[in-house]
Structures are given as C-alpha cells and as structure tokens.
C-alpha cells in the first residue's frame, strides 16, 4: 500500500490568510484542493510538500456569479460536479459543463475542483508510476533522474498536459485571477502554460489561482472532443477544443460567414497547443465542409505527439484530423 508522507495540514478561512500562510512556507508549501491529483503524487513521492494549504473553506472560491451576457466567474474552488451540474453554465456554456464531464469519474468530479483541474501536474508513462517503479529505471529529468525516456537526447522534459478543461479555455478565451501576498494579476489561459513538462505553468508556487473568468458571448460558440481508451474513466491522450464566432449573412444569400476562430489541441504535448493555420483557413470564409477539411488536416500537420502516453502516436496523429472534423462539424449542426 501506498502511504502519504507526513507533511503539516493547514485550512485558511480567508484568501489573504492562504497567501500569508504559503509565503510562510517557502517552497516547502503547497495548495490542495480536492487532492485528486496531488495526494496520489504525494503517494508516489513525486511531489512532497511538508506544508499543504487547502483552498477548499475559502468561501470566495467556491462562488459562480455572472452570467453569459457579462461573463461568468467561477472560484477555483467549485467541484466538477458543480460545474457539470450548474444550471447558468449549462445554458450559456454548454462546453465547459461538456469537458468538465468527460473528466473522470462521478466519485473523481465530486472531489475535483476547476481549479486543481487547470493546474493539474503534466503525465507521462515513465512518471505516473510508484517510487520504486520509478527508481528501477533510474528515475528522469522530470523527478530525482537525470535523462528523458522518451527523447533521451533532449534537455526538456514532453510530459503531457493531459487537462480536459485547458484547451477549452485558451480556446474561449478565458482568464485567470492569481493573488500572492504581492498583489493580484489576471492572466489569459492562452499564455499561462509553458512548453515544458517540469516547468509547465506561468504561475509562481505561492501563487493562489483565486476565479476563472469566460467572455461574454458575443456570437461565439465552442466544442471540446476528447479521445480515451475508456469513455468512463480515462485522462484524455488528445483533446481537441474549437471555438468560432460567426458574423450573421447579409440576408440575400450570403452565408454567415467565421469572423473568428481557435482550434486548440490539448494532451499531446506540454503544453496546449493552438493551431493559428487552421484558424486561418475558417476566417473570412464560410464554415462549410471544404473550410473544415482544410482546417482538420492543418491540425493534423501541426500534431506531434510523443511515445508517453497511452495509443500509438502515428494514430494519435491520424485521429487529430478526425477529432478535429468531429469537434467543428459539430458546431455547424447546432444551426
Ligand atoms: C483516476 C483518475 C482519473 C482522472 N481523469 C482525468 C481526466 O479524464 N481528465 C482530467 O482533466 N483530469 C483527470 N484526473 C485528474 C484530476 O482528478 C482532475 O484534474 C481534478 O480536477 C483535479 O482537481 P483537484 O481539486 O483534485 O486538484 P488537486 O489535486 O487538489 O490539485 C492539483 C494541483 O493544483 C494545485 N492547486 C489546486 N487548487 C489551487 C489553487 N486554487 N491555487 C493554486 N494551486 C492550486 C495543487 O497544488 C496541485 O498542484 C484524473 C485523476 C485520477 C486520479
Ligand atoms: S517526458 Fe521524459 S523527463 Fe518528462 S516525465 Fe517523461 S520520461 Fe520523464
């Protein structure tokens, strides 16, 4: 049996004493919310904070307030199940309540928060096992080793971002609010994730992820399509979000035509990444099958993903032009 190491447990009322208590801590601290990513890490000793600060009696990071016409602010601290099950989100952002479903397990989304899903640690096959599995192959760069197994040549680490609700976010354009006892600062999801599997978040460790803010909407509409061995359990090893805002026609036979658009893929490297030459190919044009064709098989040219998760990776590769179709032909079938 996998044991915790022994580490002091601490449950700040308020934001100001989380901040005050993880600067206390130095890089000894860590935050946990619903711990359905760090408690197993802690288990498998890749991550042994001696101070762990729960975000969970925080009143004001369990609130959602807006609405679609203003935007929505949902505090780090809502379950999954709360956001799959929240009636305004359900309503006006149908694809965050979507992704935030694929996630796990009833009894997972039910601990999991929003928050500790956007922050989640990067996976790989030779990380994600227990410390003496672990120890048996020397370790790696990401824990205690000094050498990637999966690209041995390489001084970086291609842990996988392995969140279904990340590429959703850089996709709708979602922001991030962050306090520390220096102050708050708002972040775009799109420029809070680094290329790195060690170093995978723009965001100090003493840094609280407080709210996550969606735009209003403004015409816009999105899709999320995750591909898993099992569709009841399973961590996405492709993830594909899109998101376009159509410009109504002119009313004498002109078709809408896209006036904006992201495709963002997650689950295939370190970071989410956004796929501009498949914007590129919906923007200005209509959103019909040759516009999606073209912009699927720029996804697939722009997909690399590496030998560290579950699947083959060529036919990983070959399902983002699938999942891509998937995910924009469904926005054409709610017209
Ligand atoms: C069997 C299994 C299957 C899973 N399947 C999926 C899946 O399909 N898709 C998926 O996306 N995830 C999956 N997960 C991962 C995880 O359950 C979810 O991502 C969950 O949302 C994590 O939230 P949490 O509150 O439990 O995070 P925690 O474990 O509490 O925290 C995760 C990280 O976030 C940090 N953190 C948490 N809250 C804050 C905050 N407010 N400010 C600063 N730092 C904070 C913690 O320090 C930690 O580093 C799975 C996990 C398991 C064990
Ligand atoms: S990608 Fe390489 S360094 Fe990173 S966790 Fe996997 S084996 Fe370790």
Redesign the pocket.
Known sequence: MMRLPKFDYRVPREIAE?VRIIAGSGPEG????????????MKRRQ?T?RT?IS??RVPE?HQITGDGQKGIRIG??V??TDIVEHPLINRDYPVIAH??R????PI??N???????????TRCNYYDQNYEWRKGINFCLKKDGDVCWVAPGSSKCWAVQ?????PVMVAIGAKFR?ASTLGERMIDAAGFYNDDGIDYLK?R?D????DIHLPPLNGWRASYQ?L?RRGA????VLGVAAFVQLEPGNGSGQAAQVKNARLVLGGIGPAPVEVKEAAEALIGKPLDDDRIQEAAEAAYVKARPLDNTDFVMNWRKQMTRQYTLRALQELISRD
Not at 30 to 41: E, H, I, M, S
Not at 102 to 105: E, F, L, N, W
């Open positions: 989380a860590q935050f946990v919310a619903g711990g359905t990513d760090l408690y197993p890490n991550q904070p762990v975000v969970m990071l780090a601290s379950t999954l992704a935030a694929t996630i796990s397990t997972l989304r601990m999991g928060t929003i928050g500790g899903n956007l922050l989640l640690d392995s969140s279904d609700l990340v962050l965001k460790p840094e609280l992820l407080v995750k898993r359990f399973d961590f996405p």
